[in-house]
């Protein structure tokens, strides 16, 4: 994609003045939580809502803020309908980035030791808080992630978090709050929907390493990684991307959850720890081009139910 053709400099442009986003907000303001479409909000009820925010700059000469409103009219912000305007999705959309996005009272923190072994060596793990991203890291061994130097040293996962996601939380629960996330956006990419954006999504890598060996330093030489198993999806529109071990989600997948409950292998009550690093269920490529991995997973009751995993992230359980 030629990224000049879908770059939304008018849409920058037309939020790019305060009568406007206020205008946004305060009909944002007129939702009301308990219903679906809020009553339309008048011209001049909308003029004074504004005026009241924004009472020293605020022109009301009539021309222009009719000006102010057809330029978010025009941007898809906004509609006019009968009894006055109304925001739509995108306008929504850009109301509550406003919102989330709110640092002023922002909270923050070092590198902060936890009270759970690293799943990996047993060692001691901790939480970084890196440039918006949580990460979970060993300080006694490699990790999951050697390959990448731009972590920190023995990262066993990080998650994408926003402001709010860690405003008055312990980092503790906040690692919680991005893990259930990262968890959801699992599900969202599985079930091939952008997380961000909606959009269709791309499987881009999807493969299990043939000979690994990670070996001391952490890096296979076969597959240049610390892990065996690994996939790689980004959004068609928005281009987020999930990187990230195939396990999860299979150990995520509803059906694969009720089979192995059934089977005698409650998994619902595992702590988030557990699944900071994958499952290690033996794994197959039984396909490549595209692929198809194929786990076997022990339980308790009966014969390892096999699981297999396309292209597409979608999960087919074998022996039902
Ligand atoms: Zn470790
Ligand atoms: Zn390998
Ligand atoms: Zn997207």
Redesign the pocket.
């Known amino acids: 994609m030629d990224p000049a053709s879908s770059f939304p400099d008018d849409a920058f442009r037309v939020l790019s003045h305060d009568v406007r986003l206020i205008a946004l907000v305060a009909l944002e303001d007129a939702q009301t939580a308990d219903s679906f479409a809020a009553d339309p909000v008048s011209y001049s009820e909308l003029a004074d809502r504004v005026d009241d925010y924004h009472a020293e700059a605020f022109d009301r000469d009539a021309g222009n803020f009719d000006y102010h409103l057809r330029k978010l009219r025009e941007a898809g912000f906004i509609s006019r309908v009968d009894g006055g305007y109304r925001i739509r999705q995108a306008g929504v959309q850009v109301v509550r980035a406003i919102r989330a996005g709110d640092i002023t009272d922002r909270g923050g923190f070092e590198t902060v030791t936890i009270d759970e072994p690293c799943p990996y060596c047993g060692g001691t793990s901790a939480i970084t808080l890196e440039d918006d991203w949580l990460f979970i890291h060993c300080l006694d061994c490699v990790g999951a992630f050697a390959q990448d130097e731009s972590l920190p040293a023995g990262t066993l996962a990080g998650f994408e978090v926003s402001p709010t996601g860690i405003r008055n939380r312990e980092p503790l629960e906040a690692f919680r709050t991005a893990f259930r996330m990262g968890m959801q956006v699992h599900r969202l990419f599985a079930a091939g929907i952008c997380p961000e954006c909606s959009g269709t999504t791309t499987t881009h890598t999807l493969e299990t390493?043939p000979?690994?060996?990670?070996g001391g330093s952490g890096v296979?030489?076969?597959?240049?990684?610390t892990t065996?198993e690994f996939f790689a999806i980004s959004c068609d529109v928005c281009q987020r991307s999930l990187m990230s071990f195939p396990a999860i989600v299979v150990a995520t997948d509803p059906h694969v959850i009720a089979v192995m409950y059934e089977r005698g292998r409650d998994v619902t009550d595992q702590t988030w720890i557990a699944l900071s690093k994958p499952p290690d269920w033996p794994c197959r490529s039984v396909e490549t081009d595209p692929a198809v991995l194929e786990y076997t997973i022990p339980v308790p009751d009966g014969e390892a139910i096999r699981v297999r995993l396309d292209d597409s992230l979608t999960v087919t359980i074998c022996n039902p």
């Open positions: 390493c000979a690994h060996d990670p296979c030489p076969e597959c240049g990684r065996e």
